[in-house]
C-alpha cells in the first residue's frame, strides 16, 4: 500500500469520525433504575438533558434510595451511550484495511 492512499485513509477516517461525534452528540439515549422510577435522558456526548422521578419515590423521603437511584439510572444510560459508540466506531471501520488489533 502507498503512502498517498494510506493518507487519504486517514482523512476519510477522521471525517467518518467527525460524522460520527455529531451523530452521537445528537442521539438521546435512555437509562432507568428502580423498575422506571428514575429515568435518565442523554445525549451521546454524555451530557445529561432530562431526569424523571417518579412520585411515590418523594412520598418515601428516603434521600439516599433517591440518591442511589438517579446514579444508577446515569450509569445505566452512560452504558448505553458506550455500546452505541463502539457499535458505530465498528461499522465505520468495516472494510477499512488495518493491521489487527487496531482500535480507535
Do not use: Y
Not at 14 to 37: P, R, S, T
Amino acid at each position: 500500500m502507498n503512502i498517498a492512499k494510506m493518507m487519504q485513509q486517514a482523512k476519510k477516517m477522521q471525517e467518518n469520525m467527525a460524522k460520527m461525534q455529531e451523530e452521537l452528540a445528537a442521539m438521546e439515549i435512555h437509562g432507568e433504575a428502580g423498575g422506571g422510577m428514575v429515568k435518565v435522558t442523554m445525549c451521546g456526548d454524555r451530557s445529561v438533558r432530562r431526569i424523571a422521578i417518579d412520585d411515590s419515590l418523594w412520598q418515601e423521603q428516603d434521600k439516599g434510595l433517591v440518591e442511589d437511584l438517579v446514579t444508577a439510572a446515569i450509569n445505566h444510560a452512560s452504558q448505553k451511550v458506550e455500546e452505541v459508540a463502539k457499535q458505530k466506531q465498528q461499522g465505520m471501520m468495516a472494510g477499512m484495511p488495518l493491521p489487527p488489533g487496531f482500535s480507535l
